[in-house]
């Protein structure tokens, strides 16, 4: 099966979102997994919304703040970084996976950093496969196409 | 406020066995203060159940709602409308709340997904601290602002006991409640108040007896 990985990434305006700009107008290339959510700041992230996206479907999930202690609001990234670990600990009891969502921090000037983040999360959830969520809502449909044909 | 924490996941999870539609109630009251049962964590709450239980191959849906508060009538008495098919109610509020739906739906199954810690304050964010044992008789003029009841470990009227170390406590790593009573009234020159002994405590007043009541005629409105 071919598995096309679906990638939410929660990108602060003042960095990710930029660094993203950055890595378009450098013509780099990153895998076409990733769909970027403009924040106006990584601590806006929390985890309802990050639980919120797995159960949307997303194979996995990323938030992308300003380098620690370059914040535009001073603690957002920090505050994001902590509600990224909780979040992991409740994927991991519900049976997703807390490695399914990461925390990364860079500046908007590193757009070749962008491009290598969308890579490196990209390969993790390749390597991991679908998420648990997405088998079993496949499983499930296969069971109901079969029950109809019978 | 009152202070309290989600139960685990595990443990809700067992109490919903079976149930195909919950209702997850969040109270807008002292549990959405200390982050443990607001809006945000029902939203929570209720998407780790639903996908916990999507895991398992038993769908769970969740109707969510959140009342200004769960130990009042008026606001209770909002949920009757969101109750259509549903098989049980988790409420996120503390005991009180949990109880009060009980009482309002009498055909319906509530449980908890808190569990209720302390009256106490917010000592900063994401710290919270008992300061009151709700013993129906405060003792804080006597004692400088400062609880014996509850922040001493003994509950000492007459403290400290002989485990005051450095002005901490033997029991816990806390200050000791009796330093911090003599410190306060030193520093406001009342120091000569503590040595009026403080005679034995009504405990009758406290928690012990069935359930307290206190009843204000003035403001009742029926009867």
């Keep these: 099966m071919d598995f096309n990985p679906k990638i939410v990434a929660f990108c602060c305006y003042y960095c990710a979102y930029s660094a993203a700009d950055l890595a378009g107008s450098l013509r780099l290339q990153y895998p076409p997994t990733v769909r970027m959510i403009e924040q106006p700041c990584s601590g806006k992230v929390d985890i309802r919304l990050l639980l919120e996206a797995f159960e949307d479907g997303a194979d996995g999930v990323y938030v992308a703040g300003c380098l620690e202690g370059d914040c535009h609001f001073l603690k957002g990234n920090i505050r994001a970084k902590k509600r990224v670990n909780a979040a992991k600990k409740i994927l991991d009891k519900i049976g997703i996976g807390g490695e399914r969502l990461e925390m990364f921090n860079l500046s908007g000037s590193m757009g070749p950093r962008f491009a290598e983040i969308a890579t490196e999360m990209t390969n993790r959830i390749l390597e991991l496969g679908p998420s648990p969520l997405r ?3 496949q499983a499930e449909g296969e069971n109901r196409e079969e029950e109809a044909s019978k | 406020m009152i202070v309290a924490e989600a139960k685990p996941l595990e443990e809700i999870l067992d109490s919903l066995k079976g149930m195909s539609k919950v209702l997850v109630a969040g109270c807008g009251g002292c549990v959405a203060v200390c982050l443990a049962g607001g809006e945000k ?11 916990k239980r999507e895991l ?12 200004t508060r769960q130990c009042d009538p008026e ?15 988790l409420s996120m509020a503390c005991g009180v709340g949990v109880q009060f739906l009980a009482e309002h739906y009498p055909d319906m199954w509530v449980v908890p997904a808190l569990n209720t810690k302390f009256a106490g304050a917010t000592i900063e964010h994401g710290l919270w601290e008992e300061r009151c044992g709700l013993c129906g008789e405060c003792v804080l003029a006597q004692t400088g602002g400062v609880c014996p009841v509850i922040r001493c470990a003994k509950s000492l ?8 170390q450095n002005g901490k406590c033997e029991v816990k790593p806390n200050a000791c409640a009796w330093q911090l009573i003599y410190d306060r009234m030193k520093s406001l020159g009342r120091l000569e108040q503590l040595v009026e002994v403080a005679e034995a405590k009504d405990w ?4 012990d007896g069935g ?13």
């Excluded at chain 2, 606001?75 to 409308?81: A, F, H, P, Q, S």
């Excluded at chain 2, 009758?204 to 928690?207: I, L, M, N, P, T």
């Design chain 2, 56 to 67: 398992a191959g038993e769908p769970l849906v969740t109707v969510e709602e959140t009342l």
């Design chain 2, 75 to 89: 606001y209770v008495k909002e949920l009757g409308k969101k109750l259509d098919g549903v098989d049980c109610i």
């Design chain 2, 157 to 164: 009227l007459n403290g400290p006991c002989g485990g005051s």
């Design chain 1, 135 to 137: 088998q079993a809502r």
């Design chain 2, 41 to 51: 964590e029902v939203g929570i709450m209720a998407s780790a159940l639903r996908m």
């Design chain 2, 211 to 223: 359930p307290r009541q206190v009843v204000r005629e003035d403001v009742k409105i029926d009867g």
């Design chain 2, 204 to 207: 009758s007043k406290s928690r």
